[in-house]
């Protein structure tokens, strides 16, 4: 097989087959009266794009992937694929590639009747299938391997092989249900990497589902956090982690401070909310109900987007306060400062941050970008 | 301490022989038995001729019961291999009240007492007027051979099929026809194998219910043995029975692969 030519085509493929719409339209699932596994979920997967459904176990992460898959059937709403209503139809019609944790090769065939077998259902002739599985193995650079039984690879290599499969009969969309979470972390880390540069390579949109945050952030074009059935909040990997809507989505993508506080006067996108000892600007996001005045909020502030201030320092936000602890990290310093009357995390690289001691004075001081006023559910 | 293990050794072995010996013994005293030079079947036996095996093979009454042995057998794991291979996968992953009925019934044949099974099977077979006929015999030794296939099925659809590689399938665009084909079947083919191996050999030397349902021109290997046993004491019988011990090696071996494929 000539690889160049194969290479050479890909742009232009990738271009041609940017992948299909998936929407999920207000979709419920119950397995027992009463309590609900996915309530109410509803997002669009843009072609070409990669969405990930990032939570705890336990969140209808999982369960939503299936129902469109088609293993589970909602109880309520829609699954569309280009505006095609796709609820009713079993799975081996819906034309989606899934990956599931465990690879599920089929251990009789070997990795070339593998990649073929989704071909072999579409009753596509046995030589051209041979040539499109040897194509798709070419891709993900296993094309040596053809002849081997599943058994014989390593766990990477079987992740590799299942990508092949589920994507050598251009589904309309790529499903994978925690694809690197059997993986150790060094291999998982260069698949996260493979994944995309496979994705962009043949420009199919993927449905991903995952617990592990520094993976959805690696990955994602955009991020569901999803928390007891529902989508705490989408959007961009950015956004869901500068700008959190709800203390759950704050606390479950990394470390954050949680300060109490009063809402004073909000306005459009900003309010002033009286801490402990202090006042400061925060955010309120765009799209959730307004705190009123005197409402108490919690705002979450990262621990890395607050700054020691020297002296002469200016920010939106300004407060003084105790240093309590200090740890070395190497990249970075972690001080516990008691200020606006709890303990305040800070992650800084600030050389001055090393010549503190336990009990100086510190000012801190944070943009009021960073500081977000998070919806209470 | 190395000689008191070897006398621990020495007494687990002086204590083992005499019980391995006393179970063996009754199998293999046949072969040589067969190989009597006397027109009689006598311990202890006269040696070395062939002359039984020639004659019981040239009886044209033994080798008709051992074809139709051969026949039966071949019947009842039919019917017993998809039954039982049927129920298996019917009953995988099910929970629904009253499951436990239903696996009993399935393996009823085991645990009913040979001859209330040969006598319900001589009734209803008489009704029908099948008595006398091999394919009575055949059909109910199926029932026999069922349980067999079915707990081996099982057991290779718990070892060997991950639900995972069904979704798979179905998701890579297989219906369940091709799932059956391509994901189910390699994975119960050792179990459905092991358990035809076993009930062929449970239908093959299976005599109440052959007694029960014999006729003229039906009478099997081990009907014909246990009858010249009581009138002809000839040598024949050592013979075939010897058969019987080949076809129970084969039996074990085919076990014991099976289990070495699956642990490997």
Redesign the interface.
């Known amino acids: 097989m000539n690889i160049t030519a194969i290479v050479a085509r890909d742009p232009a493929q990738a271009t041609q087959r940017r992948g299909h719409r998936v929407e999920v339209d207000q979709v419920w699932k119950s397995y027992t009266p009463g309590t609900h596994v996915v309530r109410d979920v509803s997002f669009s997967l843009a072609p070409g794009e990669f969405l990930t459904l990032l939570g705890p176990s336990g969140s209808g992460k999982t369960s939503t992937l299936m129902m469109v898959?088609?293993?589970e059937d909602p109880d309520r709403g829609a699954i569309r694929v280009d505006g095609r209503d796709v609820a009713g139809l079993?799975?081996?019609?819906?034309?989606?590639?899934?990956v599931?944790q465990?690879y599920?090769?089929?251990?009789?065939m070997s990795v070339l009747d593998n990649v073929a077998?989704?071909l072999r259902?579409?009753r596509i002739g046995a030589a051209t299938r041979r040539r499109a599985a040897l194509e798709m193995l070419e891709k993900v650079g296993l094309a040596d391997f053809a002849a081997r039984r599943p058994r014989a690879l390593s766990g990477g290599q079987q992740q590799r092989v299942?990508l092949a499969?589920?994507l050598v009969?251009e589904p309309d969309a790529l499903?994978l249900d925690e694809p690197l979470g059997a993986l150790d972390r060094q291999l998982r880390e260069a698949l996260q990497i493979e994944i995309k540069q496979i994705q962009r390579r043949v420009g199919v949109s993927i449905l991903f589902v995952t617990h592990d945050q520094d993976e959805a952030m690696m990955m994602s074009d955009r991020i569901a956090v999803m928390d007891q059935g529902q989508i705490a909040q989408l959007g961009t990997p950015d956004q869901v982690y500068l700008h959190p809507e709800t203390p759950f989505v704050a606390s479950f993508l990394g470390e954050t401070n949680l300060l109490r506080g009063v809402c004073v006067a909000p306005e459009e996108g900003y309010a002033t909310v009286r801490f402990a000892g202090a006042h400061g600007w925060a955010r309120i996001s765009r799209g959730r109900a307004r705190p009123n005045d005197g409402d108490a909020v919690r705002v979450s502030l990262r621990p890395e987007r607050i700054a020691l201030l020297g002296a002469n320092d200016h920010a939106d936000c300004a407060v003084t306060g105790v240093l309590t602890d200090r740890v070395f990290l190497g990249r970075h310093t972690r001080l516990v400062v008691q200020a606006l009357g709890q303990s305040v995390v800070v992650s800084t690289a600030a050389l001055l941050a090393g010549s503190l001691d336990v009990g100086a004075s510190v000012r801190l001081g944070w943009s009021r970008e960073d500081a977000q006023i998070l919806h209470e559910t | 301490m190395a000689r008191r293990d070897g006398i621990a050794r020495g007494a687990l072995i002086a204590s083992c022989t005499p019980v391995l010996a006393f179970l063996l013994l009754p199998s293999l005293v046949i072969v040589p038995m067969a190989l009597t030079k006397g027109q009689m079947l006598q311990f202890p036996p006269i040696w070395i001729s062939t002359h039984a095996f020639t004659d019981y093979l040239g009886d044209p009454d033994w080798f008709a019961s051992t074809v139709l042995s051969f026949k039966i057998a071949a019947l009842a794991v039919a019917i017993g291999g998809l039954t039982g291979a049927a129920a298996a996968l019917a009953l995988h992953g099910k929970r629904f009240p009253g499951k436990g009925l239903v696996v009993g019934a399935i393996m009823a044949p085991i645990v009913v007492p040979l001859v209330v099974l040969a006598l319900g099977g001589y009734l209803v077979f008489a009704w029908l007027h099948m008595v006398g006929g091999w394919i009575a015999i055949g059909l109910l030794h199926g029932t026999l051979v069922t349980p067999y296939v079915f707990i081996s099925v099982q057991t290779s659809l718990v070892a060997a099929l991950?639900p995972?590689?069904v979704?798979?399938?179905?998701?890579?665009?297989?219906?369940r026809l091709?799932v059956l084909r391509?994901?189910i079947w390699?994975a119960i083919l050792p179990g459905v194998a092991a358990g035809a191996v076993l009930g062929f050999a449970v239908s093959f030397d299976e005599v109440v219910i052959a007694l029960f349902l014999q006729g003229p021109q039906t009478v099997t290997l081990p009907v014909r043995m246990f009858t010249a046993i009581q009138f002809e004491l000839t040598p024949k019988v050592a013979a075939s029975a010897s058969l019987f011990l080949a076809l129970s090696v084969v039996v074990l071996l085919t076990q014991a692969a099976a289990m070495r494929r699956r642990s490997a």
């Open positions: 898959a088609g293993f079993p799975p081996e019609r819906r034309n989606f590639g899934v599931f465990g599920a090769l089929f251990p009789h077998f989704p259902m579409k299942a499969r589920a009969f499903l | 991950n995972l590689l979704r798979s399938a179905r998701s890579l665009g297989a219906g091709a391509h994901v390699p």
